[in-house]
């Protein structure tokens, strides 16, 4: 059941979430305060949904209405002690008891949660997210003095009440959906770069699409002012038009930043040309006048960047934002951009999650609730510090405070020798052009090279019914079926033909010089968390430069951003190889009941699955391991600086001593030497007996280890003894140690790992017992660590 609220054009807006200066001003950037709430807010679902199931029924039963028999119309459990109002930041949550009367209806607080009893944890835990939205929500209500934000405010908090109490989903309903205009903004600084700037050589044309991300970055976290504000600064200008665009900016971008309970949208991917108009003026002025201000404290290598090239960019852009004639807005517009319903994803967009432009000019304090009226949500912040981009922090990712606190490490490299190393490495002019393309570089050097001249381009595009064809897309989907049909030639060309030209599927291709080269076509089910990836192929004579590889790392980026984080294919004989390479395995991670009935079962295929990490930038990742292994390799040569001294030689040899300590050795122990660790050898038999006990008891209480508690019977499984020569499982393992045969770890870890490469070497490893002997073994040897027993 979906919940509704109508929200009408020109409504009261809700009041922003971002900063907002104390005194009533043109707005701003949202920054650390607005990732400090949103983080916090993420810790204490985190906390409540780890709570027992007793104390979530509690919580959902203050906003659940009565149960009671009689028809009681109570909509909400009410304690007899009720908090101050408005609430206080520090007022600890509501604690009942199940038998406790309500305030208004008189009725136990069970009988409001009576219809919780069977629901799943999952829809436990989904209400739980929105009782603390609906709270948080309130909060800002009480502590918001302007009167419209109030207003809306209390209608989305409405909103979400209602949605607890109908078990249902919270959703906006408007006259319109995102997006409100075509082409977005997003899309309009990218036909901006290709228009002003696609004759410029690679570098400096990579300098403009810097900028661009920059901009597009700072739009996405922009404090748009209120209308009242505005009508006060611009008496005369379109007051109600700009009061429908704040109104959804704050609906649908804002707000779920904090209220994840609602659906979250970039600002620049829904809101077009109007948007960006009512807000360049002010937001130009403020980003370069805060540049001035805090020029001394910007990185060194953003100075130039930000000082000299970013004026002269948003200088050309305000032409075109506010020139009538501008080819940039027109959604025919063929300089790379798609007129489709499927936008063409180009090198320049918002920034991926924490992935920021530049290093924060000044450091982040986490601004505290003020007493005054402003709402909690609102918070101030460097206008050019670096928002966390994209999603809200998830409650497993530490906390600004906790990676402070985090202990040093015994044999942790200071940060200043980092750094200065750094400074050794960060200039390209200093590794030679040819070491790029040696034997051991990346397989995606060559084709990020190319990729940065502008020689090769990559666009995400499909078929779209509803739209007006694109004739350049149509092209580029022609050029695909082409290349798909001669690289797979035991592919029916009508079948690679329909799924190319399939609305529902989406290709990302590869184009050099205006032509169609490789591609990946894919399907995305987000109801189910993977993509299908269908065909991928790169033509005959443009393979082995790298271009597969480059071509995958931008399709796991894509999905990244997309929230997509599993990759399904039946790979043949020829494909399996390459997508080893790509982090593909025979291990799939999708439940199967997720993807059954869903893609097509492939005869003499091999079904393969990829876990995408959104940690992981994918694009530069070959450049960031490459990176670090020069800054060791610099910090190897220094420690070898430091530590060149020669010493005489051993003397005490002529002496007649035939053997001496490695430690005893002069100067050993500065090379970095250290004695091996080995793992504690348990000298107490009865010491010993007990822990090897306690660990083969918790192996053979694993759910993974029902193959392996007793000898493989011959019946079951023929041929086992011709294959494997020397068996072993559980049963024997604990006869052994009954008689005490285990005198050292060794024989015990022995015995024990027989298990599991027995088991792999028998079966496939897309078995179950395969899988089992993995997992199993892993759990196994965290017991052995646990228990002292091996080097941690």
């Given amino acids: 059941m979906a919940d509704s609220a109508g929200i009408q054009q020109g409504s009261p807006a809700i009041g922003a979430v971002g900063s907002a200066p104390a005194a009533p001003g043109p707005g701003g950037a949202e920054g650390s305060g607005a990732a400090g709430g949103s983080a916090r807010i993420s810790v204490k679902k985190a906390q409540l949904r780890s709570s027992p199931r007793p104390k979530k029924l509690e919580k959902l039963g203050v906003y659940s209405s009565c149960k009671a028999e009689g028809a009681c119309k109570c909509n909400g459990w009410k304690s007899q002690n009720p908090p101050p109002t408005p609430p206080r930041s520090e007022q600890p949550p509501i604690t009942a008891n199940l038998q406790e009367p309500c305030r208004s209806c008189s009725h136990s607080l069970g009988d409001h949660v009576t219809h919780l009893e069977h629901v799943p944890e999952d829809e436990i835990n ?31 908090f409405k909103l979400l009440r209602k949605s607890i109490l109908q078990m249902g989903k919270p959703t906006l309903e408007a006259q319109e959906s995102p997006p409100f205009e075509r082409p977005s903004i997003e899309q309009g600084v990218n036909n901006f770069v290709q228009y002003k700037f696609s004759h410029l050589p690679s ?36 007051t109600a038009g700009y009061k429908a665009n704040y109104t959804r900016w704050l609906c649908y971008c804002n707000v779920p930043q904090f209220c994840d309970s609602l659906p979250r949208y970039e600002t620049t991917q829904i809101f077009g040309r109007t948007l960006l108009r009512s807000v360049f003026t002010v937001m130009r002025k403020q980003l370069l006048e805060q540049a001035r201000q805090e020029k001394d404290k910007l990185p060194p290598e953003k100075r130039t960047l930000i000082l000299t090239h970013f004026p002269k960019f948003l200088s050309m852009l305000e032409e075109e934002v506010y020139s009538h004639s501008s080819p940039i807005w027109n959604q025919d517009f063929l300089a790379g951009v798609s007129g489709g ?23 982040a304090s986490s601004v505290e609730l003020s007493s005054g009226g402003v709402s909690p949500a609102r918070k101030t912040s460097s206008v050019l510090e670096p928002s966390p981009v994209g999603e809200k922090r998830k409650p497993s990712e530490p906390l600004p405070q906790e990676e402070s606190k985090k202990p040093r490490v015994v044999g942790d490299i200071p940060m200043d020798l ?30 990020r090279l190319e990729e940065r001249r502008g020689v090769i381009e990559f666009h995400v595009i499909g078929n779209s019914l509803n739209q007006k064809p694109n004739k350049r897309i149509l092209m580029w989907l022609v050029g695909l079926q082409n290349v798909f049909s001669h690289q797979l030639p035991r592919m029916p060309k009508e079948y690679i033909t329909r799924l190319v030209f399939d609305p529902k599927h989406k290709t990302l291709s590869l184009i050099k010089d205006g032509r169609v080269i490789g591609g ?26 790298g271009y597969g590889t480059h071509l995958m790392n931008h399709l796991k980026e894509y999905h990244i951003k997309h929230e997509i984080l599993n990759f399904l294919t039946y790979a043949d004989e020829y494909a399996i190889g390459y997508f080893k390479k790509q982090g593909f395995s025979k291990d799939i991670k999708v439940p199967k009941a997720k ?41 190897i040569e220094r420690k070898q600086a430091q530590i060149r001294k020669v010493y005489p030689g051993l ?18 122990r500065e090379t970095g030497w250290k004695p091996l660790s080995k793992g504690k050898e348990v000298k107490d038999p009865d010491q010993l007996y007990s822990t090897l006990k306690t660990i083969l008891q918790h192996v053979k209480s694993h759910q993974n280890a029902w193959p392996f508690m007793e000898p493989v019977k011959k019946t079951e499984a023929p041929g086992y003894y011709q294959v494997i020569r020397f068996p072993m499982d559980l049963k024997t393992m604990s006869e052994r140690l009954k008689s005490r045969y285990y005198t ?15 088991c792999r070497e028998y079966n496939p490893p897309e078995s179950e017992y395969y899988k089992c002997a993995n997992l199993l073994e892993k759990f196994f040897y965290t017991k052995i660590k646990e228990a002292g027993l091996m080097e941690k």
């Fill in 418 to 447: 980092i750094n200065e190393v750094m400074a050794t490495i960060a200039d390209p002019a200093a590794i030679p052009e040819n070491s790029l393309l040696s034997a051991h570089s990346a397989r995606d050097e060559a084709a």
């Fill in 744 to 758: 050292t770890r060794k024989l015990f870890m022995a015995d024990m790992q027989r298990i599991f490469t027995n």
């Fill in 126 to 156: 989904r209400l739980l997210g929105i009782v603390l939205d609906v709270e948080y929500l309130n909060t800002c209500v009480h502590k918001e003095e302007d009167a419209d934000t109030k207003q809306v405010y209390f209608s989305l």
């Fill in 341 to 363: 319903q499927v936008p063409v994803h180009t090198v320049i967009s918002a920034p991926p999650v924490a992935r920021p432009l530049y290093y924060s000019i000044s450091p």
């Fill in 595 to 635: 993807y059954m009935g869903y893609i097509k079962d492939y005869e003499g295929a091999t079904l393969m699955g990829c876990e995408l990490n959104p940690s992981i930038p994918y694009t530069e990742f070959s450049v960031i391991i490459k990176k670090q292994k020069e800054i060791i390799k610099k910090l």
């Fill in 520 to 545: 990946i076509c894919f399907r995305m089910f987000p109801s189910q968390g993977f993509t299908e990836i269908v065909f991928c192929a790169v033509t005959s004579n443009e393979q082995v430069k």
């Fill in 203 to 238: 570098k400096e044309r990579q300098t403009i699409v810097e900028l661009a991300k920059m901009f597009l970055n700072q739009i996405n976290y922009w404090q748009l002012e209120t209308p009242s504000q505005r009508r006060q600064r611009l008496p005369n200008d379109d």
């Fill in 651 to 668: 003397s005490c040899f002529k002496e007649g001593v035939r053997q001496i300590p490695i430690e005893n050795i002069p100067g050993i």
